[in-house]
């Protein structure tokens, strides 16, 4: 059974950078089946995904528009985990982050089949 | 971008009704279209993929069609854990993978 467990502060103080940590276990975060990644549940934006990363021969990480210049999403093979970094906070980043698997489910098809627990980050200081 | 818009915005019904959930796309996602139902304090759970595909562990009471612009899920009998918010999401746009603004299904 696949699990992701998320780590990170629940408080960030405006303009400095949000950082949270997915542990993956009953998978690889290099799987070919597979794309990682990070979506946000806020009252206003509701569920926006904002950035995934994937391997196929090589790492391929892929963010959306509306916090492209902020973003960075790593894997680390060794811990098998993967992070988001969201710099220059405000206090409209404020919102339930999750982290979840995209897996391909065949013919094309591919579903976010395992999600983390989510970490509520308030932005404020 | 790809935008997801369901309908009703929330909904309120009994314990074994009938209950059906629409979600329309801005442009045509063939039948790249998922089903999640989420409950307060927890992450979304996957219920359909492919437009009516049931994922694996879920209850046969739900089920989804259509294909193109205009999808359904479907409830065939509520029951009390039923009672929460559902969402659809294209996964036609990947990585776009817009989700509609939900659908909060209550206890009358």
């Known amino acids: 059974q696949v699990q992701l467990q998320q780590s990170g502060p629940g408080l960030v103080k405006p303009s400095q950078t949000l950082s949270l940590t997915c542990f993956i276990s009953?998978?690889?975060?290099?799987?070919?089946?597979?794309?990682w990644y990070w979506i946000r549940q806020s009252p206003s934006r509701g569920l926006e995904w904002l950035g995934r990363?994937?391997?196929?021969?090589?790492?391929?990480?892929d963010y959306a528009a509306s916090v492209k210049s902020r973003i960075t999403i790593n894997a680390d093979t060794s811990k098998n985990h993967f992070s988001l970094q969201l710099s220059s906070v405000a206090p409209e980043d404020t919102a339930v982050y999750y982290c979840?698997?995209?897996?391909?489910?065949?013919?094309?098809?591919?579903?976010?089949?395992?999600w983390g627990q989510g970490t509520m980050v308030s932005v404020s200081s | 971008d790809i935008q997801m818009t369901q309908s009703p915005s929330s909904l309120s019904a009994s314990v074994g009704d009938r209950v059906t959930i629409t979600c329309r796309a801005s442009?045509?996602?063939?039948?790249?279209l998922n089903w999640y139902r989420q409950k307060p304090g927890n992450a979304p759970k996957l219920l359909i993929y492919?437009?009516?595909s049931l994922q694996s562990g879920v209850p046969s009471r739900f089920s989804g069609s259509g294909s193109g612009t205009d999808f359904t899920l479907t409830i065939s009998s509520l029951q009390p854990e039923d009672f929460a918010t559902y969402y659809c999401?294209?996964?036609?746009?990947?990585?776009?993978?817009?989700f509609g603004q939900g659908t909060r299904l209550e206890l009358k």
């Open positions: 979840a698997r995209k897996e391909a489910m065949g013919r094309g098809m591919s579903a976010f089949d395992f």
């Open positions: 009953g998978d690889t975060v290099s799987s070919n089946n597979a794309a």
């Open positions: 990363t994937y391997y196929a021969s090589k790492w391929y990480n």
């Open positions: 442009q045509s996602i063939s039948y790249f």
């Open positions: 492919a437009a009516s």
């Open positions: 999401q294209q996964s036609y746009d990947t990585p776009r993978v817009n």
